[in-house]
C-alpha cells in the first residue's frame, strides 16, 4: 500500500479539466477558482498545485451544484493525455501497452500525491487488475474524484491503445450513486459498488498493444524528464511527519495505532521516527490528534457517515469517547459542526436555485 503526505496535494492540470466542465456547464468561473484556491494564472502553471482537501471540495461544489451524479464520468471522456504534460507524453509515447500502465503508476505523483495506481499483472494473469490507492475518505468530493479518476485511466488506456476496449469489471469501494447511467455509458461492462478496492480487471491481450504514438525517441526524452520530476517531487513530500500522518490515517480504523507500528510500517525504528518529529517541531502524539481532527472535521461536514461509523474510522472505541475528544478540539460536539454544514448547503443550494431562475 502507498504511503501518502499527510496533507498530499493535486496538479492544476487535472483541478483544471474540472473548472474547464463546470463552466461549460454554466457555473460561474469565478466561484470555481475561489473554492479550489486558485488564480486564473494558476491554472497554465504546471509546477503549480493545490490540496487534496481544496480539489474535493471543488469536485462537491460541482456535483452538488449541477445535480448531476454523471458528472465525473463526462470530466473524464473530454480529458485527453496530452493534457496531463510530461506524465502525459511520457505514457503516450510508450512502446507498448504495458509500459504505459507502468509509467502510469510510476508518474501519477506528477499530477497527484493521491490516488496512486498499482497494476497487478499476477493473480489473474489473463485478467490483470489496475487498482487505485487512496487515502479511505468517504466524502461526496472524494467518491466522484475516485469515479473520474477510474474514468480517465481507462480513457488514458483507450487512446495510448486506439482500441476502444470495454473493461472486464469496474469496482468502486465507495457506494452506489442514485444515477449509473453515464457510468454504464462510459464503462460499458458489469459495475460493482461497496467493493474491496477501487479499480478495474481488463483483457490481458492489451498489455501487448503498440501505442499509436509509440515513438522510442521522443519516449526516452520524457522519461529521463519524468525522472527528474518525480525525483523533485519525493523531496518535497518527504518530511517525516507527512508520512507519519499518512500511516496514521491508514491504521486509525484498527485502533489508535502506536508509535512503534508506525515506525515499523516506515521501515524505521521508534526512536529515529520520534527524533526526525521532534526536529520538525511536532510529536507522534499531536500528529494522531490533528489527524483525526482534520478527518472528523471532514466527515461532518461532508458526508453521512453515522457518529458510530466516525467514532470507528477515527480508532475510538466508543462514539462518547470521540465527541468529548472532538469538544476538546473544536470547542463544540460533532453535531454542532454538522448541522453548522448542513445549514450552509441548504443556503448555498438555496442560492444556486435564485441564480437559475434570474438565468445565470
Given at each position: 500500500?502507498?504511503?501518502f503526505?499527510?496533507?498530499?496535494?493535486v496538479?492544476?492540470?487535472?483541478?483544471?479539466?474540472?473548472?474547464?466542465?463546470a463552466?461549460?456547464?454554466?457555473?460561474?468561473?469565478?466561484?470555481?477558482?475561489?473554492i479550489?484556491?486558485?488564480?486564473?494564472?494558476?491554472?497554465?502553471?504546471?509546477?503549480?498545485?493545490?490540496?487534496?482537501?481544496?480539489?474535493?471540495?471543488?469536485?462537491?461544489?460541482?456535483?452538488?451544484?449541477?445535480?448531476?451524479?454523471?458528472?465525473?464520468?463526462?470530466?473524464?471522456?473530454?480529458?485527453?493525455m496530452?493534457?496531463?504534460?510530461?506524465?502525459?507524453?511520457?505514457?503516450?509515447?510508450?512502446?507498448?501497452?504495458?509500459?504505459?500502465?507502468?509509467r502510469?503508476?510510476?508518474?501519477?505523483?506528477?499530477?497527484?500525491?493521491?490516488?496512486?495506481?498499482?497494476?497487478?499483472?499476477?493473480?489473474?494473469?489473463?485478467?490483470?487488475?489496475?487498482?487505485?490507492?487512496r487515502?479511505?475518505?468517504?466524502?461526496?468530493?472524494?467518491?466522484?474524484?475516485?469515479?473520474?479518476?477510474?474514468a480517465?485511466?481507462?480513457?488514458?488506456?483507450?487512446?495510448?491503445?486506439?482500441?476502444?476496449?470495454?473493461?472486464?469489471?469496474?469496482?468502486?469501494?465507495?457506494?452506489?450513486?442514485?444515477?449509473?447511467?453515464?457510468?454504464?455509458?462510459?464503462?460499458?461492462?458489469?459495475?460493482?459498488?461497496?467493493?474491496?478496492?477501487?479499480?478495474?480487471?481488463?483483457?490481458?491481450?492489451?498489455?501487448?498493444?503498440?501505442?499509436?504514438?509509440?515513438?522510442?525517441?521522443?519516449?526516452?526524452?520524457?522519461?529521463?524528464?519524468?525522472?527528474?520530476?518525480?525525483?523533485?517531487?519525493?523531496v518535497?513530500?518527504?518530511?517525516?511527519?507527512?508520512?507519519?500522518?499518512?500511516?496514521?490515517?491508514?491504521?486509525?480504523?484498527?485502533?489508535?495505532?502506536?508509535?512503534?507500528?508506525?515506525?515499523?510500517?516506515?521501515?524505521?525504528?521508534?526512536?529515529?521516527?520520534r527524533?526526525h518529529?521532534?526536529?520538525?517541531?511536532t510529536?507522534?502524539?499531536?500528529?494522531?490528534?490533528?489527524?483525526?481532527?482534520?478527518?472528523?472535521?471532514?466527515?461532518?461536514?461532508?458526508s453521512?457517515?453515522s457518529?458510530s461509523?466516525?467514532?470507528?474510522?477515527?480508532?475510538?472505541?466508543?462514539?462518547?469517547?470521540?465527541?468529548?475528544?472532538?469538544?476538546r478540539?473544536?470547542g463544540?460536539?460533532?453535531?454542532?459542526?454538522?448541522?453548522?454544514?448542513?445549514?450552509g448547503?441548504?443556503l448555498?443550494?438555496a442560492?444556486?436555485?435564485?441564480r437559475?431562475?434570474?438565468?445565470?
Amino acid at each position: 500500500m502507498p504511503v501518502f503526505p499527510s496533507r498530499p496535494t493535486v496538479s492544476t492540470a487535472v483541478a483544471g479539466r474540472v473548472i474547464s466542465y463546470a463552466t461549460s456547464r454554466g457555473l460561474r468561473r469565478g466561484d470555481l477558482l475561489a473554492i479550489a484556491g486558485l488564480s486564473a494564472e494558476s491554472l497554465t502553471d504546471a509546477d503549480a498545485r493545490i490540496p487534496v482537501t481544496s480539489f474535493d471540495a471543488l469536485w462537491a461544489h460541482v456535483v452538488r451544484t449541477l445535480d448531476d451524479p454523471g458528472v465525473p464520468i463526462h470530466v473524464a471522456a473530454r480529458t485527453r493525455m496530452e493534457e496531463m504534460h510530461v506524465m502525459g507524453f511520457a505514457v503516450m509515447t510508450s512502446e507498448s501497452a504495458r509500459e504505459a500502465l507502468d509509467r502510469v503508476d510510476r508518474y501519477m505523483v506528477l499530477l497527484a500525491d493521491t490516488p496512486r495506481w498499482e497494476t497487478d499483472y499476477t493473480t489473474d494473469p489473463g485478467a490483470p487488475f489496475a487498482e487505485q490507492h487512496r487515502s479511505p475518505r468517504f466524502t461526496l468530493g472524494a467518491r466522484v474524484a475516485v469515479e473520474c479518476s477510474l474514468a480517465m485511466h481507462v480513457r488514458g488506456f483507450r487512446q495510448c491503445a486506439g482500441v476502444e476496449f470495454s473493461p472486464l469489471r469496474v469496482t468502486f469501494r465507495h457506494a452506489a450513486p442514485r444515477d449509473l447511467a453515464a457510468h454504464r455509458d462510459f464503462f460499458r461492462c458489469p459495475l460493482e459498488f461497496g467493493a474491496p478496492r477501487d479499480g478495474y480487471a481488463f483483457p490481458a491481450s492489451l498489455l501487448e498493444v503498440v501505442p499509436r504514438d509509440a515513438n522510442p525517441a521522443l519516449s526516452a526524452f520524457f522519461f529521463r524528464h519524468a525522472e527528474d520530476l518525480r525525483r523533485r517531487r519525493a523531496v518535497e513530500s518527504a518530511r517525516m511527519s507527512d508520512q507519519v500522518g499518512a500511516a496514521v490515517a491508514h491504521l486509525l480504523a484498527s485502533g489508535e495505532p502506536s508509535a512503534s507500528v508506525v515506525a515499523r510500517q516506515l521501515g524505521t525504528s521508534e526512536r529515529t521516527l520520534r527524533r526526525h518529529l521532534e526536529e520538525e517541531g511536532t510529536t507522534f502524539r499531536q500528529i494522531v490528534g490533528e489527524v483525526r481532527r482534520r478527518t472528523a472535521e471532514e466527515l461532518l461536514r461532508e458526508s453521512d457517515t453515522s457518529m458510530s461509523e466516525i467514532a470507528f474510522l477515527l480508532g475510538f472505541s466508543e462514539v462518547t469517547a470521540f465527541a468529548r475528544a472532538f469538544k476538546r478540539w473544536s470547542g463544540r460536539t460533532p453535531g454542532q459542526l454538522r448541522e453548522e454544514a448542513r445549514g450552509g448547503r441548504a443556503l448555498h443550494a438555496a442560492a444556486a436555485v435564485e441564480r437559475k431562475a434570474d438565468g445565470g
